[in-house]
């Protein structure tokens, strides 16, 4: 069975930084991608930043020049480095790995609060 967790979550000020884990435990074959989404309070999931299989990275307007996804193909690990925080990047945050033949693996979340 999979397992995906997320850890590094928390409450930070505007302007502050926080780094996001994720890994996975059990078999996943054929990850083709890994990825990062939030769902901000009353609003639904929406992509924050991905990274497949060959290291190309896609990320949300909203977070380009402040966020830097990476992965750690060995540990089955993503990251998500979020730097120049803003109130508006509050959410949930969730990891997500897709694997060819296998779909969609998500984690549990952890909320990041960005408040003075």
């Known amino acids: 069975q999979v397992q995906v967790v997320e850890s590094g979550g928390g409450l930070v000020q505007p302007g502050g930084s926080l780094r996001l884990s994720c890994a996975a435990s059990?078999?996943?074959?054929?990850?083709?991608?890994m990825g990062w989404y939030r769902q901000p309070p009353g609003k639904p999931r929406e992509l924050v930043a991905t990274i497949i299989r060959g290291g190309s990275t896609n990320y949300a307007d909203s977070v380009k020049g402040r966020f830097t996804i990476s992965r750690d193909n060995a540990k089955n690990a993503v990251y998500l480095q979020m730097n120049s925080l803003k109130p508006e990047d509050t959410g949930v945050y969730y990891c997500?790995?897709?694997?060819?033949?296998?779909?969609?693996?998500w984690g549990q979340g952890t909320q990041v609060t960005v408040s003075s």
């Open positions: 997500n790995y897709y694997g060819v033949g296998t779909g969609d693996y």
């Open positions: 059990g078999s996943i074959f054929n990850i083709y991608s």
